[in-house]
């Protein structure tokens, strides 16, 4: 007499859940630079003369150029989502490669903006700084840390979506773990896994020692599949990314465009 | 002849204790994803963070039960009581009752397996560990423990030389593993109820966890960015609250209190919801006006987060925002005692059993009254101007916080360890705790409140002869007090490994956590339930 057992995989995915998950994070974030926002009302409600001055020392070009490098990294990742949508992958990592490229323009930009304000003296503690008025100081104090923070959002978001580019190029990989608390009585026996329609049976002996079974499972989707976990996380950073966006484009009239 | 028998293999549920995983011992633990092994990694380690608090508390009144410096110099007082503070609060009472019997009970009490993010929620224990190991690490290093205060108020945070950035940084990190908390508990309990859980048919408890989850998500990210600023003055000496450099200290607190008087919310409002739990078990009848229970929660979390001014009437608000405020701080007394009244009203006619949780409930509900209207006094104007910064604010601090929501979580202890470990504990010692903790709770509290009243400052390491008698009265108080504790997890302790067996439901609870096993199997429940009914429903359920 033999018997077969079968064992059940189960997978849990909530794409809607991933989504609201995503949006209440992105909640927090916004949460955190209003608490920058507030500072920053009160004190150009304190210093507004002081915060027209200082910001004359910004160079509006390169804040100009980094908006426009911005605006158009958050079409190409929302282009990338349509286009994994669609199905073409190719086209999807295109675009997904020119949004890393555009958030690395970004940063370079801000490191020469950056190093050109310290190499003149400007920085928070600096001599030069101190010798200014209080409005002055804070004002770039606030441009520091704020603009210093969003540049840390860049960098942040600039790696996940490296992770996602990697995760997209990469074939579709899934693990099954069976969990069953009496793995031991297939000792001796053997696991057969039905691989398709055509492609018959996979079979392998398990043998003495058993303590849990692995199931590993590669597939790549064929043409009109979506690979819909990949899309969630590419759609959840690509929110992200256009959050990123967003609190730039309060930053920077806030700080080049006031004079 | 061979014949082929199609078998599923034998199904036996293991509860999730003895569930064997790819990991031994202690890896079992901290790297499961099992939202009912997280919730016990949390008790676990903030009962502990809890015995050390409440040392340190201990010493802080024995140097009191003398004059002059007998036990520790001003400087370690210092360090003691911002210590006592971090740990209280920031790793006990924030994440006392969500993160250990929310993890256990949210996802059970809603007929779900697991919280939406497992895995996220195995994150948020750890940047909890990291955070607690990252404040105690401030002890070995140049600068030692800091001595701010809890509260990290500038500008002395930022001139003192004790190290303030790396233990504000470990509060920051703490609240990235609350917010994480509130995120994965918001998501459950929108995507992952059981069929026929509608909204109101969560019980209570659900409730206050989903009211205190929006807290966690929109006060929390304002003090982490509080927080980071006072280390990017520290660290870069970018000023932004320093007048040196034109910035505002008074803006500071602002913002710390913005978060920080919201977290008090964040802090009670789950042990709302454990007494919601525990009174209708032991009474035997529905709560009484469940959807003025539920909807009260909301609204403590809306209007929690219009006060924070109260906590700066005397830092030099002006007077409309103080009048205001005041006027605010008492709107906020109405939802909180809408609850109170809600319960007292589910004990009349009940067939109340005064079983150890209730007793201690009872007696929580007596304390955090107390705690409850000496807050009303301090949002009255006049009263607050003088005893701010006393030992009024002290003890009715204690009174809420302790008396509120630790006795809660105490109570709640009381009530699931059956469910939790599969043990039952003795319940005439849990008895014999209470008249030390309750006379040693008022004795302490009770008396300084007392001399707050009379005028004794509060983060003072000595004090005047006229208020020495009151101090060695708080001192005998704080040992009753810490006998009764240790007694009553003592008892606990031993239960876990002496323990006669729990049944599946000992207390004839209504609400889900009771149908299933004790301990629960891993996935919760053998079947997946559906529910008929609201979720205090103490009739025999009909099959029909």
């Given at each position: 007499?033999?018997?077969?057992?079968?064992?059940?995989?189960?997978?849990?995915?909530?794409?809607?859940?991933?989504?609201?998950?995503?949006?209440?994070?992105?909640?927090?974030?916004?949460?955190?630079?209003?608490?920058?926002?507030?500072?920053?009302?009160?004190?150009?409600?304190?210093?507004?003369?002081?915060?027209?001055?200082?910001?004359?020392?910004?160079?509006?070009?390169?804040?100009?150029?980094?908006?426009?490098?911005?605006?158009?990294?958050?079409?190409?990742?929302?282009?990338?989502?349509?286009?994994?949508?669609?199905?073409?992958?190719?086209?999807?990592?295109?675009?997904?490669?020119?949004?890393?490229?555009?958030?690395?323009?970004?940063?370079?930009?801000?490191?020469f903006e950056w190093s050109a304000k310290i190499h003149h003296g400007i920085y928070p503690g600096s001599q030069e700084l101190m010798q200014r008025s209080l409005g002055e100081v804070i004002y770039f104090n606030l441009y520091y840390s704020m603009t210093g923070l969003h540049g840390l959002h860049v960098l942040v978001g600039m790696v996940v979506l490296i992770w996602l580019f990697v995760l997209i190029a990469r074939k579709s990989q899934k693990k099954y773990v069976v969990h069953n608390p009496h793995v031991e009585q297939l000792v001796g026996s053997e696991i057969a896994i039905l691989k398709g329609e055509k492609d018959g049976w996979l079979v392998d002996k398990i043998g003495d020692n058993v303590e849990q079974v692995e199931i590993k499972i590669t597939y790549e989707p064929k043409a009109g599949e979506v690979d819909l976990p990949n899309i969630i996380k590419l759609e959840n950073a690509g929110l992200y990314w256009h959050l990123v966006d967003i609190i730039w484009i309060f930053l920077f009239p806030l700080f080049y465009l006031i004079s | 002849m061979a014949s082929h028998a199609i078998t599923e293999v034998q199904h036996v549920e293991e509860n999730y204790l003895e569930v064997k995983s790819r990991w031994r011992g202690i890896f079992a633990w901290i790297f499961s994803t099992d939202h009912k092994r997280i919730g016990i990694l949390y008790l676990v380690s903030s009962l502990t963070f809890f015995v050390v608090a409440a040392t340190i508390g201990i010493f802080m009144r024995l140097e009191q039960l003398t004059m002059g410096e007998t036990l520790m110099s001003p400087d370690v007082y210092n360090r003691l009581f911002t210590l006592h503070g971090v740990i209280m609060i920031f790793l006990l009472i924030i994440p006392g009752i969500p993160a250990t019997f929310g993890n256990f009970f949210l996802p059970i009490q809603i007929g779900a397996k697991d919280v939406a993010f497992p895995r996220l929620n195995l994150l948020s224990w750890w940047l909890y560990i990291i955070g607690a190991i990252l404040a105690i690490t401030t002890l070995f290093l140049p600068g030692s423990l800091p001595d701010t205060g809890w509260t990290f108020y500038v500008p002395y945070a930022v001139r003192t030389g004790s190290n303030v950035a790396l233990a504000v940084f470990a509060a920051f990190i703490l609240g990235f593993s609350s917010i994480l908390t509130g995120l994965n508990f918001l998501t459950t309990i929108h995507r992952l109820r059981a069929p026929g859980m509608t909204w109101h048919r969560l019980p209570l408890f659900v409730w206050a966890l989903y009211a205190t989850a929006w807290i966690q998500i929109l006060a929390t990210p304002m003090v982490g960015i509080t927080l980071l600023l006072i280390i990017f003055e520290r660290v870069l000496n970018i000023g932004i609250f320093d007048p040196t450099q034109g910035g505002d200290p008074i803006l500071f607190q602002h913002l710390f209190w913005i978060y920080s008087h919201p977290a008090v919310y964040i802090m009670v409002l789950p042990g709302f919801g454990v007494v919601s739990e525990i009174i209708p078990t032991f009474s035997r009848r529905t709560i009484f006006g469940y959807k003025l229970i539920a909807y009260s929660s909301l609204s403590i979390a809306l209007f929690g987060s219009l006060v924070w001014g109260h906590h700066m009437f005397v830092s030099g608000e002006s007077d409309t925002a103080n009048i205001i405020f005041s006027f605010l701080t008492f709107f906020i007394a109405v939802p909180t005692a809408i609850k109170v009244f809600n319960w007292t009203a589910t004990l009349y006619k009940g067939s109340i059993a005064l079983e150890p949780p209730m007793l201690y409930v009872l007696s929580s509900i007596f304390l955090f009254a107390i705690g409850g209207f000496t807050g009303l006094m301090q949002a009255t104007l006049p009263i607050d101007v003088h005893v701010h910064d006393t030992y009024f604010v002290v003890g009715h601090f204690h009174y809420t916080m302790f008396g509120g929501t630790i006795w809660v979580m105490l109570a709640g202890l009381l009530y699931w360890f059956p469910k939790m470990t599969g043990r039952m504990y003795n319940k005439k010692v849990a008895y014999l705790a209470w008249p030390f903790m309750f006379i040693g709770f008022n004795v302490l509290y009770g008396t300084m409140m007392y001399m707050g009243w009379k005028g004794m400052p509060r983060r003072y390491y000595d004090h005047l002869p006229e208020f020495h008698t009151d101090h060695v009265i708080a001192t005998v108080g704080s040992w009753l007090l810490y006998i009764g504790i240790l007694i009553l997890l003592g008892n606990l302790v031993y239960a876990l490994y002496r323990g006669a067996k729990a049944p599946d439901n000992p207390w004839g609870g209504a609400t889900l956590e009771w149908k299933t096993t004790s301990p629960p199997p891993l996935e919760n429940f053998t079947q997946e339930p559906v529910i008929k009914h609201e979720p205090y429903y103490f009739r025999e359920e009909d099959n029909g």
């Open positions: 007499m033999k018997s077969i057992h079968a064992l059940t995989v189960e997978e849990h995915r909530d794409f809607e859940g991933a989504r609201l998950g995503m949006w209440l994070f992105l909640l927090t974030e916004l949460i955190l630079f209003t608490g920058m926002f507030i500072l920053y009302a009160m004190y150009r409600l304190k210093y507004s003369a002081e915060f027209h001055r200082a910001s004359l020392e910004l160079d509006v070009v390169i804040g100009t150029i980094n908006t426009l490098v911005l605006l158009t990294s958050s079409l190409t990742v929302a282009l990338s989502i349509e286009a994994l949508k669609r199905n073409s992958r190719k086209l999807a990592l295109w675009m997904l490669g020119a949004t890393i490229f555009f958030a690395l323009v970004f940063l370079v930009n801000k490191y | -």
